[in-house]
């Protein structure tokens, strides 16, 4: 039976490569290897592990039972290579949730270092980024919860980070931030977003009231699925506008001192309850518009809330951090 987790509201299911090809599906040996050939047998592994049976899935439902597949480790030993599959058979360069459950797997496996940080490897086929993309994982407990913190580098902002094209600038307490012409066309509020790279691309429209924040309900209402899908992803799913390779969206205010409410809809899988790399995205930019200061940010989002760690030195962001927890679903 596939093993399915939730971190905050995100469900993936975790399966070893060993058991994808077992299923019949003729994947590499090597992650690398793997990546390069995802047309091959991605989307055959969503269907064999995420799909519905025939005649389970509730009304009203998604079309798979989770929000993605972690095919791996593909060693007996750390450091420890994986794969992302998004629903819709795309390969995600990092998730901090899927990450979190991954790591969580290796826990209940016995083959996570208890006491000391491992290193998750990520393999993609993405052009414009560098692959495997790393990810250093470490146990931690905060308030009582066993989870792990993710140390997810150092990020980079603006349009040449996600390579975006074809932005107007504009400023919001002094910073430049950029105006995504789509975006706006669909609501006016949505006038002003900082492009952030950590380790995957984002967009965070940060809005000025709760109310010019979308549900996912209205995200998955077909008008605005079809225009937010068309700048998320990439061709021929999407448009790929502004970011030919897509970008991860998100929506963001202050709501207090330290804390900022999000909503996510993600490339490769739409609205989403909550994604690790989105609210550390979110934290990194409500920094660089001056909403927080370095240190602790909470990160509110319908399926949890995301305590992020923002390390400043000689006034840059120099280290961002995400604790994560995960749970085996019965």
Same mark, same amino acid.
């Given at each position: 039976?596939?093993?399915?987790?939730?971190?905050?509201?995100?469900?993936?299911?975790?399966?070893?490569?060993?058991?994808?090809?077992?299923?019949?599906?003729?994947?590499?040996?090597?992650?690398?290897?793997?990546?390069?050939?995802?047309?091959?047998?991605?989307?055959?592994?969503?269907?064999?592990?995420?799909?519905?049976?025939?005649?389970?899935?509730?009304?009203?439902?998604?079309?798979?039972?989770?929000?993605?597949?972690?095919?791996?480790?593909?060693?007996?030993?750390?450091?420890?290579?994986? =794969?992302?599959?998004?629903?819709?058979?795309?390969?995600?360069?990092?998730?901090?949730?899927? =990450?979190?459950?991954?790591?969580?797997?290796?826990? +209940?496996?016995?083959?996570?270092?208890?006491?000391?940080?491992?290193?998750?490897?990520?393999?993609?086929?993405?052009?414009?980024?560098?692959?495997?993309? +790393?990810?250093?994982?470490?146990?931690?407990?905060?308030?009582?919860?066993? @989870?792990?913190? =993710?140390?997810?580098?150092?990020?980079?902002? @603006?349009?040449?980070?996600?390579?975006?094209?074809?932005?107007?600038?504009?400023?919001?307490? @002094?910073?430049?931030?950029?105006?995504?012409?789509?975006?706006?066309?669909?609501?006016?509020?949505?006038?002003?977003?900082?492009?952030?790279?950590?380790?995957?691309?984002?967009?965070?429209?940060?809005?000025? +009231?709760?109310?010019?924040?979308?549900?996912?309900?209205?995200?998955? +209402?077909?008008?605005?699925?079809?225009?937010?899908?068309?700048?998320?992803?990439?061709?021929?799913?999407?448009?790929?506008?502004?970011?030919?390779?897509?970008?991860?969206?998100?929506?963001?205010?202050?709501?207090?001192?330290?804390?900022?409410?999000?909503?996510?809809?993600?490339?490769?899988?739409?609205?989403?309850?909550?994604?690790?790399?989105?609210?550390?995205?979110?934290?990194?930019?409500?920094?660089?518009?001056?909403?927080?200061?370095?240190?602790?940010?909470?990160?509110?989002?319908?399926?949890?809330?995301?305590?992020?760690?923002?390390?400043?030195?000689?006034?840059?962001?120099?280290?961002?951090? =995400?604790?994560?927890?995960?749970?085996?679903?019965?």
């Amino acid at each position: 039976m596939t093993p399915f987790y939730d971190a905050r509201g995100n469900i993936y299911a975790v399966v070893t490569p060993d058991a994808v090809r077992h299923s019949g599906i003729d994947l590499p040996g090597q992650a690398s290897r793997a990546a390069q050939t995802r047309e091959h047998w991605a989307l055959s592994a969503i269907e064999a592990f995420c799909g519905w049976a025939p005649g389970t899935q509730p009304p009203g439902s998604k079309d798979h039972r989770c929000d993605g597949l972690l095919i791996g480790p593909f060693q007996a030993a750390p450091p420890f290579d994986l =794969l992302i599959v998004n629903t819709d058979g795309t390969l995600a360069e990092r998730s901090g949730n899927g =990450l979190t459950i991954f790591s969580q797997s290796l826990s +209940e496996q016995g083959l996570l270092p208890s006491e000391e940080a491992c290193v998750l490897r990520v393999h993609h086929d993405k052009n414009d980024a560098v692959s495997p993309v +790393e990810t250093s994982v470490k146990p931690a407990e905060i308030d009582g919860v066993h @989870g792990f913190w =993710l140390d997810l580098g150092k990020p980079s902002f @603006g349009p040449q980070a996600v390579g975006a094209q074809g932005v107007e600038s504009v400023t919001l307490n @002094g910073r430049d931030l950029n105006h995504v012409q789509p975006l706006s066309a669909l609501n006016p509020a949505w006038a002003r977003s900082q492009f952030v790279r950590i380790g995957n691309p984002h967009c965070v429209t940060l809005v000025a +009231e709760a109310e010019a924040l979308p549900s996912n309900a209205q995200m998955r +209402e077909p008008a605005l699925a079809e225009g937010l899908t068309r700048i998320a992803y990439a061709t021929p799913t999407g448009a790929g506008q502004p970011c030919a390779a897509g970008v991860n969206l998100q929506w963001a205010v202050l709501e207090s001192e330290g804390q900022i409410v999000a909503r996510v809809f993600e490339r490769g899988e739409g609205p989403t309850a909550s994604s690790g790399t989105s609210a550390s995205a979110v934290a990194c930019a409500a920094w660089r518009v001056g909403w927080v200061k370095a240190g602790e940010v909470k990160v509110v989002m319908p399926g949890g809330t995301a305590p992020i760690l923002l390390k400043e030195q000689g006034g840059e962001l120099s280290r961002v951090s =995400l604790f994560g927890a995960a749970r085996l679903m019965g």
